[in-house]
């Protein structure tokens, strides 16, 4: 299957500073990609869906100052968490797609976020 | 809006035998996909097989097979001859065919295989 990259896998950060992720497919385009939450032994979250070039769809509840997303190109979008707070340490995981709702969705290894 | 819903928080299987994952969905689409993801330890998701709404034949992949009832609303996951590699978090998914975005998640049911 397609291959969905994310750096870095493990960051620890003050509270206050901004943290970025990145989120790569590495050997297909994607078309769209999503962010999501997972809080220990909980689902998956969605948190916002992003299309190349274009403003991101936030979810209900997410703060879009919060939680910036940018889909620059076909093959990265990235997340900053901007002033982290303890509550925001999670783990964060980005998935793509290459088309349309018919194509498989593939996800990257996630990345855990500790905010001390 | 879609819901998913998983009623096993936690399943158990002896090495060797063949265990039914259950996954319920609300929706008032006709069209769309429905998958399961696996989770392993290292938390990356696998995609461990899907389904199209239209397909009345159930999806087969190797050792795992789904039994979907679309008048049921129900898409449940067997797994044959269970390995202890198959231990793990299933999560049952729901995919709109006509809304990229909304893809929902059931809470998930943790399989632990007993060797």
């Known amino acids: 299957g397609a291959v969905v990259s994310q750096h870095p896998s493990r960051v620890i950060c003050k509270s206050g500073t901004s943290v970025k992720i990145e989120c790569r497919s590495l050997?297909?385009?994607?078309?769209?990609m999503f962010w999501y939450r997972q809080f220990p032994k909980k689902s998956l979250m969605l948190m916002a869906t992003s299309n190349e070039g274009s403003k991101a769809t936030y979810e209900q509840g997410v703060e879009k100052d919060k939680f910036l997303i940018n889909h620059a190109s076909l093959t990265l979008s990235t997340l900053t968490v901007t002033s982290a707070h303890p509550e925001d340490s999670s783990f964060y995981i980005c998935s793509a797609i290459a088309g349309g709702p018919e194509e498989t969705q593939y996800f990257g290894p996630g990345t855990r976020l500790l905010v001390l | 809006a879609q819901t998913v819903t998983q009623s096993q928080p936690e399943m158990s299987v002896q090495e060797a035998e063949t265990v039914t994952l259950s996954c319920t969905y609300d929706t008032s689409e006709s069209d769309y996909y429905l998958f399961w993801y696996k989770q392993p330890p290292s938390r990356q998701m696998i995609l461990v097989i899907r389904q199209e709404a239209y397909k009345q034949q159930n999806a087969t992949e190797n050792r795992f097979s789904v039994n979907f009832q679309k008048a049921a609303k129900s898409f449940s996951l067997k797994i044959s001859d269970s390995q202890l590699g198959d231990a793990a978090m299933y999560f049952c998914?729901?995919?709109?065919?006509?809304?990229?975005?909304?893809?929902?998640f059931g809470a998930g049911t943790r399989l632990t295989v007993k060797p």
């Open positions: 998914a729901y995919r709109s065919s006509y809304n990229n975005n909304d893809m929902r």
């Open positions: 050997d297909f385009q994607a078309t769209t």
